[in-house]
């Protein structure tokens, strides 16, 4: 390795770090701004002038009146700024143990549901901790709950989900599914419009909750990052 | 199983092949000169070159748009480093100037990350990232390999992502170099030299990493991955919860990191993280960005040895060893953890670290992807897959990423490999081997088994070692088997230049960060420098006329044997390790026993 090589890499390094460290990232930001602002600012949701979230990120939600999404084993709960998965192996104790705690949760919340109706991906944690979609199957078993809650019929919440069911990709890739936050954004328009008065609502911006005091049975305090 | 999930593996291929022939032929003019291209006549004959002109005046003219916009900057680049394009270089300096591109690059990627605290574009205010993770960072970029000891969006600032972008375009590039060293090795004829490096570097860069990038990136947006410079976004959700949404500029980052086989992600959790892959289209525009070049190298090397007949012959061996992966990943994904089963919830499938928009089908698919085209970019937790998909993943790294592998390394590691099937063959005929018409001799099979011994001796060795030391044990996350097997995908993954991991193990541990950064060294030049030896000395072997006792390999027959020996050499190595992870953990499974 000669010094002429060295100094030949050297320029060629710094060179790099300015136009494809730099410029690229900067020249990519700028055009994204302009031409999809939506996207390149992280596609957030807007509600009664308030930003809500993003439709592309999960939000914890415990309320008995919304669709609950994902158990997360980010620290806390739907941390966006830190994801996570569980990392757990399938000969876990810990793993079976969580998975047996979220569904005696499931069942106490959701009177009247049996095991064999819940689907395993409501009581398995997602990959990123953020996942903010569920499966058509996992809206459908908290439609009770949901319309109890909220005081509506379950037809108009069933109809809430399947207006917001997105298909595989060409009819093969993927999985179909629903966002959680759009369907809980359709439950509140769907409140709005029977005329239930703001005072009555079980949930809302208006109304700022505590924090949750519902803890995920399975919240895995132990998770490690990749 | 549904049939949707089998027929996305197979449309994959589809899209492999398409991509090979289209992103082969651009790379062919960009990066073959004359004396390059072996003469049709010498290859004998039946030697058919490419047979569709129109789509390579197609592609002929794409370049030449672009070279009216590239060959003024290249030209640039030559003058201000000081650059002669046209200067031969034997095999030595070849590699010599290769290992100082890498050595530059990972002194400037280490010192910049060392000075994160006090440099700007950090709105998080990230702090000083601790020594050994930065170390592990600079050699993993380096290395093509991208493995993670941190978590990016908890760890980095913009500006430090920004250095990793740089070597997610220059360590894929030194990766094209490596392959054409080999590949002048065969196309070339009674010459001591292999072509200059710094043009094949620049070039490389210039044409298919920049313009790549850019329109990945933009694709990308397109799809929903954000792309600002702004602080984390606090939000109160419609529950009143408060959250804080990292972001930042993530598509020009996740855009080179797929294209250019990397795998580095912006944040944690990689594509699983929905800014990274929002929704399924945007994971199969990436699975399209890893698959192009990797592929493309594969007809590169038909085109250049003037037989593309020996190109798809390598395609099939790698295309069958993906499938057979994909399918039995997937089998695994979909019957689920019978331990789960026995609750009789409403269906099967380890839904464990998936997310919903994936399912369990393209997550099985992106997996194996992931584990053979080298980079390591995950949209699954790999940790919680069952035993044997687990297997499989270790398997396909452990080949030593052959398997359509990263930017030029697959290509020749499987080049290795068929360099070992014809002197298999030839053993058992008693013929002196020959392939390509080059004879096969024992300087050639000594590099092609060192390449294949690294691999294994670096990842057995180190992974026995950290299971019987305190400070490799205390870095493993799930106990019994599986802890094993954690230990075995990280050396295999450092080895691989893979970079993708069973999340579980404490990587950033001074032990693991040290021990994987060795792995990793040793998987990308002590695993690949014998390949550029093997080529200069293939290079200066004249070149003889196939004759009736050649043994063809372009033909099932070979297809079939180099699978045998990736397979025969893959699990004679590691079977008893993976007997002590993986197939041990899945007895156990299947008995209900709980660690």
Redo the contacts between chains.
């Keep these: 390795m000669t010094s002429r090589m060295l100094w030949t890499s050297t320029k060629l390094v710094l060179l790099s770090c300015v136009f494809l460290g730099i410029v690229y990232m900067l020249a990519m930001t700028g055009f994204a701004e302009v031409v999809f602002p939506s996207q390149a600012n992280g596609s957030l949701v807007h509600y009664h002038g308030h930003v809500v979230g993003s439709k592309l990120i999960g939000e914890q939600f415990t309320s008995a009146g919304f669709f609950q999404g994902r158990p997360s084993a980010t620290s806390p709960a739907y941390n966006a700024a830190d994801s996570s998965a569980s990392n757990l192996g399938p000969t876990n104790k810990l793993l079976i143990g969580h998975v047996k705690a979220r569904i005696q949760a499931f069942l106490k919340e959701n009177p009247g549901i049996k095991v064999n109706q819940i689907p395993p991906s409501l009581v398995e944690s997602s990959d990123s901790g953020l996942d903010p979609d569920i499966t058509p199957a996992d809206a459908y078993v908290q439609v009770p709950r949901v319309a109890r809650a909220d005081h509506l019929p379950q037809a108009t919440v069933r109809k809430v989900i399947s207006e917001n069911i997105h298909g595989r990709f060409l009819g093969i890739f993927g999985h179909s599914y629903v966002n959680v936050l759009e369907m809980n954004l359709a439950l509140l328009r769907a409140q709005s419009a029977t005329g239930v008065s703001a005072g009555t609502r079980t949930h809302g911006i208006s109304a700022p909750a505590t924090a949750p005091g519902h803890v995920d049975p399975g919240a895995d305090p132990g998770a490690r990052k990749r | 199983m549904t049939w ?1 999930g089998v ?2 593996i197979f ?1 994959l291929m589809g899209i492999a092949a398409i991509l090979a022939r289209v992103v082969g032929g651009y790379m062919f003019l960009v990066l073959a000169r004359e004396g390059d291209v072996r003469s049709a006549r010498s290859t004998g004959a039946a030697g058919p070159v490419a047979h569709t002109p129109l789509l390579d005046t197609w592609i002929g003219t794409i370049k030449s748009v672009l070279d009216r916009v590239i060959e003024p900057v290249e030209q640039g ?1 030559y003058r ?4 002669n394009p046209d200067q031969e270089m034997r095999w030595t300096t070849y590699a ?2 290769l ?3 890498n ?3 990972f002194a ?1 990627l280490f010192v ?1 990350l060392g000075l994160q605290q006090w440099l700007p574009l950090n709105p ?1 205010h990230m702090p000083k990232i601790p020594f050994w993770v930065s170390l592990n960072t600079a050699i993993s970029f380096t290395t093509n390999t991208n493995w ?1 000891a ?2 990016g ?2 760890t980095l600032s ?2 430090s992502q ?2 990793l ?2 070597q997610q ?2 360590s894929p590039v030194t990766g094209i170099c490596l392959f054409l060293a080999v590949a002048r090795g065969f196309s070339r004829h009674s010459t001591k030299t292999l072509g200059n490096f ?1 043009r094949d ?2 070039r490389t860069l210039l044409w298919i990493a ?1 313009p790549g ?2 329109i990945g ?2 694709v990308l ?10 602080a ?2 606090h ?7 408060h ?5 930042g ?1 993530v ?2 980052m996740t855009s080179i990191m797929q294209l250019g086989n990397n795998g580095g992600g912006f ?4 594509a ?4 990274a892959g ?4 945007s ?2 525009f990436q699975l399209i960005l890893g698959f192009a070049v990797p592929s493309g190298c594969i007809y590169l090397f038909g085109r250049m040895v003037a037989d593309v007949r020996q190109a798809w012959a390598i395609f099939a061996a790698m295309a069958i060893l993906f499938v057979a992966g994909a399918l039995v990943v997937y089998a695994f994904e979909a019957a ?2 019978p ?2 089963n026995a ?21 099985s698919l992106f997996e194996n992807s992931t584990t053979t085209i080298s980079w390591g970019s ?4 790999n ?5 044997l998909a687990g297997l499989v993943l270790l398997f396909n790294m452990k080949t030593g990423e052959v398997i359509f592998g990263s930017w030029g390394a697959g290509m020749i590691g499987m080049l290795a490999y068929a360099v070992l099937a014809v002197f298999l063959a030839g053993l058992m005929v008693g013929r002196t081997p020959e392939y390509l018409g080059k004879k096969i001799e024992s300087f050639e099979v000594k590099m092609s088994v060192l390449a294949m011994v690294v691999p294994s001796f670096v990842i057995l060795i180190l992974a026995a070692t950290s299971v019987v030391i305190g400070p490799g044990l205390a870095g493993i ?6 802890g094993l ?1 954690e230990v075995l995908y990280a050396f295999s993954s450092g080895v691989g230049n893979n970079g993708s ?8 541990s001074p032990w693991y960060a040290a021990t994987v950064g060795i792995a990793m060294l040793l998987g990308r030049y002590a695993m690949y420098i014998p390949l550029v030896a093997l080529g200069g000395s293939l290079a200066a072997k004249q070149r003889i006329p196939a004759g009736a006792g050649t043994f063809p390999t372009h033909t099932p027959l070979f297809v079939g044997l180099l699978i045998g020996t990736v397979v025969i050499v893959g699990a004679l190595v590691f079977f008893p390790a993976l007997a002590l992870g993986p197939i041990a ?1 899945q007895v ?2 299947h008995a209900g ?3």
């Design positions: 949707q027929l996305q449309v680049i201000i480093c000081g650059i010599f100037a290992l100082a591109v050595l530059v690059g400037v910049l998080a993670q941190y978590a969006e908890a913009y500006l920004a250095w972008v740089v375009f220059l710094w570097f620049v920049v990038a850019i990136t933009i947006i397109a799809l929903g991955s954000p792309q600002n410079l702004h984390y976004t939000v109160t959700t419609i529950q009143g919860v959250q804080t949404i990292a972001q500029p598509a020009s944040f944690n959790m990689n699983g993280q929905p800014f929002p929704n399924v289209a994971l199969l689920g953890n331990i789960i609750l009789h919830l409403a269906g099967h499938g380890n839904w464990v670290g998936k997310e919903s928009r994936f399912g369990i089908g393209s997550s995950t949209a699954a937790a940790d919680s897959l069952t035993p996350y799930n106990p019994g088997p599986h097997s991991a069973f999340g579980g193990l404490n990587a950033a953990e156990a499974m026993r709980l660690f």
